[in-house]
């Protein structure tokens, strides 16, 4: 069992910033790929952004790209996501999701492992 655990998230004024962290622990995940997700009240849970098991590569969905930043750090065993120029359109719970795959995956089914989420608050 691979047990996340998200940290980071809180209120923050549109054009603010938040890092948001995700710590593994258990049969770690330092060998797979690892995302984060984000769902808003009322909506679906959409993909955010995805890193490979080496961290060279990433994946970004485009309401995100450019402003967002995945990195990861697997002696660690911790990801993170760097959110600059926040939206209040990006208010949500942001989850971070352990892949079964070393490789970026977009899709959740693609995921076998969750964290409990951590909320995100944009104010404009």
């Known amino acids: 069992q691979v047990q996340l655990v998200e940290s980071g998230g809180g209120l923050v004024q549109a054009g603010g910033s938040l890092r948001l962290s995700c710590a593994a622990s258990?049969?770690?995940?330092?060998?797979?790929?690892m995302g984060w997700f984000r769902q808003a009240p009322g909506k679906e849970r959409e993909f955010v952004t995805t890193?490979?098991?080496?961290?060279?590569?990433?994946y970004y969905s485009d309401s995100v790209k450019g402003r967002f930043t995945i990195s990861r750090e697997n002696a660690k065993n911790t990801i993170y996501l760097q959110m600059n120029s926040l939206k209040p359109e990006d208010t949500a719970v942001y989850y971070c999701?352990?892949?079964?795959?070393?490789?970026?995956?977009?899709?959740?089914?693609?995921?076998?492992?969750w964290g409990q989420g951590t909320q995100v608050t944009v104010s404009s």
């Open positions: 258990g049969r770690t995940r330092s060998t797979y790929a």
């Open positions: 890193i490979s098991w080496s961290g060279d590569s990433t």
């Open positions: 999701a352990a892949a079964r795959s070393r490789f970026t995956v977009v899709t959740d089914t693609d995921y076998a492992y």
